[in-house]
């Protein structure tokens, strides 16, 4: 039937139920007969769905025989009553719409026979199952679904199905759906389950994770599994393979050769089988996101922390990915650009979403500040948060950011991006509330920057030197006091609850987004503190587990990146080596456990030079250092170099 409307050169539609006079009022409105057309009851049935979406062409006539328009002329009446996007009813690919925007478009439709609600739908979704009116609605639904994934994902779909989950990634409810944006990443990555690939590049704070993840969960239907990495670094990448590992080998056993985690598996081994299983020949219809891809390792490049994501792509010419970054050297797939909200109402539907002040339209104001903050949805985010948690005025704190702001070309005439300074301002202005509601959460604020942005925890700070500052004792008393503090940064939207790879060993971490990091660090502390950095990597080579210790790689694991934050101190002379030989030793041990043998020998010569400055050569904690760097470089290969040491 759906093809027979398809294929028809025009529809005529009668409505019984709308009368139109045959002369108009003398103003010529047609308001009386528009209003009872959108209440007709023909879009309130099942069976005339596909007799709107398949013609080309449709007019409508009321009861007395006239012609009250078109499909064409009355779109926006019929968008407005029935949902249906206007592409739908303009010809475009139902394939296109997801399988739950579909089923939606029939949601409050009724049929006569109970069975029709899952067969007045065979042609919207293009399958085909035999017709049973004894069967019951229930029953008709399920085969109908059924046909549904066999025909979008083959029929061995089920073989790699994976329970849709981005528990990994941080979502926003103030996120703005950026309609054409979504549109064209769903054209894309539509195909017939080759590779496609789409990058969204754009600023920091932009808004590209959550474009990702608005297109996941709209779209989740039309893929067997969708998967969530953290690319900022190797190391990030790594242990969201691992999770992937296990989110894949709790509902497919024999999938995959990894270890659970009772055994410290070589992370590399880990990520290759999950390559593979998505290269296997049916496996197609995966979607990967990758997201914080913002240091590309490019030809001729020499930064130690660039990253080639191509080691992390599945090797087959198969599947669908997204990568965000903010760099525009990434040269893989389709780049779609994430600009700033271009319409003023989208702004001011964030900050009112976020600060949970309605009438914003009304307040002069109120657009004034939306229009200084130029689309950015990070910063309109971050005023909405503190509007939230203050009682001042929109006028109020657009005073404030132009304080702000002014203050800013003074300090940091470094910034010379209007985006750079807009963002700072905000966060400048948030600071200084959380100084006076909070000192502790101001300090922790400080402190996060002399370490990596994701999952700084409670246990981590709390454990330690006995010699830190008092508002630190203070901060990390008990775990009320810690998540107090964390909770006025989290009301201001400055810091969220981490979404680490790793099963949490000890308490939930927080992070912080990677743009208020970098606020942290380049203005929060403008003046680099040493005795901060110094602290900060006293804290982490503290907290590097010991052998006998239960399950020590699973937390040596989560410091990894903490580790990388305090070698990246070292490497650039911003941390003091005096007094850290110790501490130096415990990181290099991590690094060697972890099989990172070129960091782990850098450590281990910083400890060698401390403990034979301050002790001697023959001191037995100088002969512990010696020991285990010669046993890594015996493990390099480097047999000279080991000899020499023992």
């Given at each position: 039937m759906?093809r027979w409307?398809?294929d028809?050169?025009?529809?005529?539609?009668?409505?019984?139920?709308?009368?139109?006079?045959?002369t108009d009022?003398?103003?010529?409105?047609n308001?009386d007969w528009v209003?009872i057309?959108?209440?007709?009851?023909w879009f309130?049935?099942?069976?005339?769905?596909?007799e709107?979406?398949?013609p080309?062409?449709?007019?409508f006539?009321?009861?007395?025989?006239?012609l009250l328009?078109?499909k064409?002329s009355?779109?926006r009446?019929?968008?407005?009553v029935?949902?249906?996007?206007?592409r739908?009813?303009?010809?475009?690919?139902?394939?296109d719409?997801s399988?739950?925007?579909?089923?939606s478009?029939?949601?409050?439709?009724?049929t006569?026979?109970?069975?029709d609600?899952?067969?007045?739908?065979l042609?919207?979704?293009?399958?085909?199952?035999p017709?049973?009116?004894?069967?019951?609605?229930?029953?008709?639904?399920?085969?109908?679904?059924e046909?549904?994934e066999?025909?979008?994902?083959?029929?061995k779909r089920?073989?790699?199905?994976?329970?849709f989950?981005?528990?990994?990634?941080?979502?926003?409810?103030?996120?703005?759906?950026r309609?054409d944006?979504?549109?064209?990443?769903h054209k894309?990555?539509?195909?017939?389950?080759?590779?496609?690939?789409?990058?969204?590049?754009?600023?920091g704070?932009i808004?590209?994770?959550?474009?990702?993840?608005?297109?996941?969960?709209?779209?989740?239907?039309?893929?067997?599994?969708?998967?969530w990495?953290?690319?900022?670094d190797?190391?990030?990448?790594?242990?969201s393979?691992?999770?992937?590992?296990?989110q894949?080998?709790k509902?497919?056993?024999?999938?995959?050769?990894?270890?659970?985690q009772?055994?410290?598996?070589?992370l590399?081994?880990?990520v290759?089988?999950?390559?593979?299983?998505?290269?296997?020949p049916s496996?197609?219809?995966w979607?990967?996101i990758y997201?914080n891809y913002?240091?590309?390792?490019?030809?001729g490049?020499?930064?130690?922390?660039?990253?080639d994501?191509r080691?992390f792509?599945?090797?087959?010419?198969?599947?669908?990915?997204?990568?965000?970054?903010?760099?525009s050297?990434?040269r893989?797939?389709?780049?779609i650009?994430v600009r700033?909200?271009?319409?003023?109402?989208?702004?001011?539907?964030?900050?009112s979403t976020?600060?949970?002040?309605?009438?914003?339209?009304?307040?002069?104001?109120?657009v004034k500040?939306?229009?200084?903050?130029?689309?950015l949805?990070?910063?309109?985010a971050?005023?909405?948060?503190?509007?939230d948690?203050?009682?001042r005025?929109?006028?109020?704190y657009?005073?404030?950011?132009?304080e702000?702001?002014?203050?800013?070309?003074?300090?940091?005439?470094?910034?010379?991006?209007y985006e750079?300074?807009?963002?700072?301002?905000?966060?400048?202005?948030s600071f200084?509330?959380?100084?006076?509601?909070?000192p502790?959460?101001?300090?922790?604020?400080r402190?996060?920057?002399?370490?990596?942005?994701q999952?700084l925890?409670f246990e981590l700070?709390r454990?330690?030197?006995?010699?830190?500052p008092e508002?630190l004792?203070?901060?990390?008393?008990?775990?009320?006091s810690?998540?107090g503090?964390?909770?006025v940064?989290?009301s201001?939207?400055?810091v969220?609850?981490?979404t680490?790879p790793?099963?949490?060993?000890?308490?939930?971490?927080?992070?912080?987004h990677?743009?208020v990091?970098?606020?942290?660090?380049h203005?929060l502390?403008?003046?680099?503190?040493?005795?901060?950095?110094?602290?900060?990597?006293?804290?982490?080579?503290?907290?590097?587990?010991?052998?006998?210790?239960?399950?020590?790689?699973?937390m040596q694991r989560?410091l990894?990146?903490h580790?990388?934050?305090?070698s990246?101190?070292?490497?650039n002379?911003l941390?003091v080596?005096?007094e850290?030989?110790?501490?130096?030793?415990?990181?290099g041990y991590l690094y060697?456990d972890?099989g990172?043998?070129?960091?782990?020998e850098?450590?281990?010569?910083r400890a060698?030079?401390?403990?034979e400055k301050a002790?001697g050569?023959?001191?037995?904690?100088?002969?512990?250092?010696?020991?285990?760097l010669a046993?890594l470089?015996?493990?390099?290969?480097k047999l000279v170099?080991?000899?020499?040491?023992?």
């Amino acid at each position: 039937m759906f093809r027979w409307y398809r294929d028809a050169t025009k529809c005529y539609v009668y409505l019984p139920d709308v009368s139109r006079p045959r002369t108009d009022p003398a103003n010529g409105s047609n308001e009386d007969w528009v209003s009872i057309f959108r209440k007709s009851e023909w879009f309130r049935r099942g069976w005339t769905l596909q007799e709107l979406i398949a013609p080309a062409s449709v007019d409508f006539f009321c009861k007395e025989g006239e012609l009250l328009g078109s499909k064409v002329s009355l779109e926006r009446h019929i968008c407005e009553v029935t949902a249906i996007p206007a592409r739908a009813l303009r010809g475009s690919p139902l394939s296109d719409f997801s399988v739950t925007e579909r089923f939606s478009w029939a949601a409050s439709r009724e049929t006569f026979r109970q069975e029709d609600k899952a067969y007045s739908l065979l042609g919207i979704f293009d399958v085909n199952i035999p017709l049973i009116y004894s069967e019951g609605k229930d029953k008709a639904m399920q085969r109908l679904r059924e046909e549904i994934e066999k025909a979008s994902k083959g029929h061995k779909r089920e073989d790699f199905s994976v329970t849709f989950s981005l528990s990994d990634a941080f979502d926003v409810e103030h996120f703005m759906a950026r309609e054409d944006e979504l549109s064209r990443i769903h054209k894309a990555l539509r195909g017939d389950g080759s590779r496609r690939a789409v990058v969204l590049q754009g600023l920091g704070g932009i808004g590209k994770t959550q474009l990702s993840i608005a297109y996941a969960k709209r779209h989740k239907d039309d893929y067997s599994a969708i998967f969530w990495l953290n690319i900022k670094d190797e190391d990030s990448v790594k242990q969201s393979f691992a999770k992937l590992a296990k989110q894949i080998s709790k509902e497919h056993p024999l999938a995959i050769p990894v270890s659970n985690q009772e055994r410290n598996q070589n992370l590399d081994e880990v990520v290759e089988s999950v390559k593979a299983w998505l290269s296997l020949p049916s496996n197609t219809r995966w979607l990967m996101i990758y997201d914080n891809y913002d240091t590309p390792k490019l030809s001729g490049g020499t930064d130690p922390a660039a990253v080639d994501i191509r080691k992390f792509l599945p090797e087959s010419y198969q599947g669908s990915i997204i990568i965000t970054t903010r760099s525009s050297e990434v040269r893989i797939g389709q780049s779609i650009q994430v600009r700033k909200l271009s319409n003023i109402r989208d702004s001011l539907e964030i900050l009112s979403t976020v600060s949970r002040r309605q009438e914003l339209n009304t307040d002069p104001n109120t657009v004034k500040l939306a229009e200084e903050l130029d689309g950015l949805p990070l910063a309109l985010a971050t005023a909405g948060a503190y509007l939230d948690q203050t009682p001042r005025s929109f006028s109020d704190y657009l005073r404030l950011y132009k304080e702000s702001w002014a203050r800013l070309k003074e300090t940091s005439p470094e910034l010379s991006s209007y985006e750079d300074r807009t963002l700072y301002s905000t966060w400048q202005i948030s600071f200084d509330n959380i100084k006076q509601r909070n000192p502790l959460s101001a300090s922790l604020l400080r402190l996060w920057a002399y370490f990596d942005n994701q999952d700084l925890w409670f246990e981590l700070l709390r454990h330690g030197e006995s010699d830190k500052p008092e508002w630190l004792r203070e901060l990390t008393k008990d775990e009320l006091s810690f998540d107090g503090a964390v909770r006025v940064l989290s009301s201001h939207g400055l810091v969220e609850v981490a979404t680490s790879p790793q099963e949490s060993i000890e308490s939930k971490g927080y992070s912080i987004h990677g743009c208020v990091h970098y606020w942290t660090i380049h203005s929060l502390n403008h003046e680099w503190d040493y005795d901060l950095a110094k602290l900060a990597v006293k804290i982490v080579a503290a907290h590097v587990p010991i052998e006998k210790d239960s399950q020590p790689w699973m937390m040596q694991r989560r410091l990894l990146q903490h580790a990388a934050r305090c070698s990246y101190m070292f490497s650039n002379s911003l941390v003091v080596d005096d007094e850290l030989a110790d501490d130096c030793h415990n990181l290099g041990y991590l690094y060697a456990d972890q099989g990172k043998l070129v960091e782990a020998e850098r450590m281990y010569q910083r400890a060698l030079e401390g403990k034979e400055k301050a002790w001697g050569p023959e001191h037995t904690s100088t002969l512990s250092t010696v020991n285990n760097l010669a046993a890594l470089y015996a493990d390099q290969g480097k047999l000279v170099e080991a000899e020499r040491m023992y």
